[in-house]
């Protein structure tokens, strides 16, 4: 029957949202279990939000058919920035750029639609105060989106002692941050470099870490990853300029690395007109961003190449990104020389273990929640596969399905 998994502590998973008693029946062509396993021909049962069962074999019965599809966990995006959008005039939205709260908030809401129908159904979001409420309304099933972990305003001025940092993060966690998030180095339209000092990061990640939150740390320069793993930071996000040596001694402190592989470039060259002329979206910015994608890419095959380093997915989607998360994967096979399977093993079980949620997401296996995927063709082989998603449900709940609704209908949605 139900394997019950720990009890969800998180504000950000709640219980189920639509909690259907008849199980569903999900008939998959092809099973990716998150994990690296593959099984062909295979069950999936759906109770109250959580898998009940995955058997081997397709049997006959009401669900849904997704026997030509191949079926995968949700995707974990473990860095994408919902708040960020194209305003009224087409331009990024800045604060005082005359678009109101309530346009703000639809917006976001339509970046949330667009990443969760894409298949991602776990994001984190480092971070912006607006957050809150989105996280909480997607978890009420108030609004369709993925899971959102938010670490609120993030940590980036240099000016504060550790004490006040210190204050900082214990804030943050009574305002309802489920991790902090922190700059440890400039933005790389900036040039990169270390900005808080180790004292700086031991005191944040120090305290963060006593207060039972994790901490990501933007962090390009090689000396800025060095310091903040020092600190005992969880995840270091960007990393353009790793070098070998960091990168083994992240992985010989267990610390989680996010690169980009190249969307969130990609996306700011894309709409430069869009970006351009708004604080270091200037010349040398977008100059420094042209020469990091190559950049990007050596570092990506730098960190794959460092033994036992634990490499999560996370793709910055900003504004022009939400929605086209998968391009990020598509380029870390394509560019990157990444197998795919492990590709989405880093997108699914990998990224939910990062986040703390090894137990409860990542995984097609009984008593994991129900957040589920189907895409046209074998992702493992062909990684574009992802692009082609035909099936998402979260928590058990159906939010895109494009082909034939099920005979009988089993209130799944
Ligand atoms: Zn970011």
Same mark, same amino acid.
């Given at each position: 029957m139900h394997t019950r998994v720990a009890a969800l502590t998180m504000l950000s998973l709640p219980a189920v949202l639509a909690a259907q008693t008849t199980p569903v029946t999900i008939r998959a062509g092809r099973l990716i279990d998150g994990h690296g396993g593959v099984i062909e021909n295979a069950t999936i049962v759906v109770q109250e939000g959580r898998i009940s069962r995955v058997d081997r074999g397709t049997s006959r019965g009401t669900g849904y058919d997704l026997s030509?599809?191949?079926?995968?966990?949700?995707?974990?995006?473990?860095?994408?920035?919902?708040s960020w959008y194209f305003n009224r005039s087409g331009r990024y939205h800045t604060p005082n750029d005359g678009d109101t709260p309530v346009q703000s908030m639809l917006a976001m809401t339509a970046n949330a639609f667009a990443t969760l129908t894409s298949g991602v159904t776990t994001i984190q979001s480092p971070g912006s105060p607006e957050d809150k409420d989105l996280r909480d309304f997607i978890a009420n099933g108030?609004?369709?989106?993925?899971?959102?972990?938010?670490?609120?305003?993030?940590?980036?001025?240099?000016?504060?002692?550790?004490d006040s940092l210190r204050e900082i993060v214990r804030r943050r966690k009574a305002d309802g941050a489920d991790f902090i998030k922190v700059f440890a180095s400039q933005s790389i339209r900036d040039?990169?470099?270390?900005t808080l000092s180790q004292e700086q990061l031991d005191a944040i990640c120090g305290e963060a870490k006593a207060q039972g939150l994790?901490?990501?740390?933007?962090?390009?320069?090689?000396?800025?990853?060095? +310091?903040?793993?020092?600190?005992?930071?969880?995840?270091?996000?960007?990393?353009v300029f790793a070098t070998e040596e960091v990168l083994k001694l992240m992985a010989e402190r267990g610390t989680y690395f996010d690169p980009q592989c190249g969307l969130v470039f990609r996306n700011y060259l894309d709409n430069r007109a869009k970006y351009e002329g708004i604080g270091n979206y200037n010349e040398a910015g977008f100059a420094a961003m042209e020469k990091a994608i190559p950049l990007a890419?050596?570092?990506?095959?730098?960190?794959?190449?460092?033994?036992?380093?634990?490499?999560? !997915?996370?793709?910055?989607?900003?504004?022009? +990104?939400?929605?086209?998360?998968?391009?990020?994967?598509?380029?870390?096979?394509?560019?990157?020389?990444?197998?795919?399977?492990?590709?989405?093993?880093?997108?699914?079980?990998?990224?939910?273990?990062?986040?703390?949620?090894?137990?409860?997401?990542?995984?097609? +296996?009984?008593?994991?929640?129900?957040?589920?995927?189907?895409?046209?063709?074998?992702?493992?082989?062909?990684?574009?596969?992802?692009?082609?998603?035909?099936?998402?449900?979260?928590?058990?709940?159906?939010?895109? !399905?494009?082909?034939?609704?099920? +005979?009988?209908?089993?209130?799944?949605?």
């Open positions: 030509h599809y191949t079926v995968l966990p949700g995707l974990i995006d473990a860095h994408a920035h919902l108030g609004t369709p989106g993925p899971r959102v972990l938010t670490s609120l305003q993030p940590i980036s001025s240099p000016r504060f002692t550790p040039g990169g470099t270390q994790r901490t990501l740390v933007h962090a390009h320069s090689a000396e800025s990853m060095r +310091a903040s793993t020092l600190a005992g930071c969880t995840q270091i996000e960007h990393g890419v050596a570092a990506l095959k730098r960190a794959r190449a460092t033994p036992g380093l634990k490499i999560v !997915w996370g793709t910055d989607a900003v504004a022009g +990104a939400h929605g086209r998360n998968v391009e990020d994967l598509i380029c870390r096979v394509q560019d990157g020389g990444q197998p795919p399977m492990e590709a989405i093993t880093s997108a699914t079980s990998l990224g939910a273990e990062a986040l703390g949620l090894g137990n409860q997401i990542g995984r097609i +296996a009984p008593g994991y929640q129900a957040d589920l995927i189907a895409v046209e063709g074998d992702p493992s082989k062909d990684i574009t596969a992802l692009r082609r998603v035909v099936f998402v449900m979260k928590g058990g709940r159906v939010y895109r !399905w494009d082909g034939e609704r099920p +005979a009988q209908s089993t209130a799944s949605n």
